[in-house]
């Protein structure tokens, strides 16, 4: 399985993505090859597909539901949960996402 955290450097919710990504491999007892993807520019976000830092993918698919047919983005990523703007995805997203791909 392979997870990917992309971002740019200075991302204030980079560092809490990742420490949530191996928390989260930790505790649901999943191996993973976790790849940092620094874009750093309006270039490779396209190439990318890139929605915003930060951004989290499991096998090529991106953890928020619905967001599969967004354009990319280079910029700070925002996520919505309960009604709450937040700036890292929530734990139970990346689980879910992690227990499909296990599943295939």
Not at 1 to 19: I, Q, R, S, T, W
Not at 33 to 49: L, S
């Amino acid at each position: 399985m392979k997870v990917e955290l992309l971002y740019f450097d200075g991302c204030p919710n980079h560092a809490p993505a990742n420490e949530m990504v191996r928390r989260i491999l930790t505790r649901e007892g999943i191996e993973a090859q976790v790849v940092p993807i620094d874009v750093q520019d309006v270039e490779t976000a396209i190439t990318q597909r890139f929605l915003g830092s930060p951004s989290i993918r499991v096998n090529g698919r991106d953890i928020e539901p619905g967001r599969e047919d967004d354009p990319p983005f280079f910029g700070c990523r925002t996520y919505t949960v309960q009604g709450k703007t937040v700036g890292v995805p929530p734990e139970e997203w990346l689980a879910d996402a992690l227990r499909s791909a296990s599943q295939i």
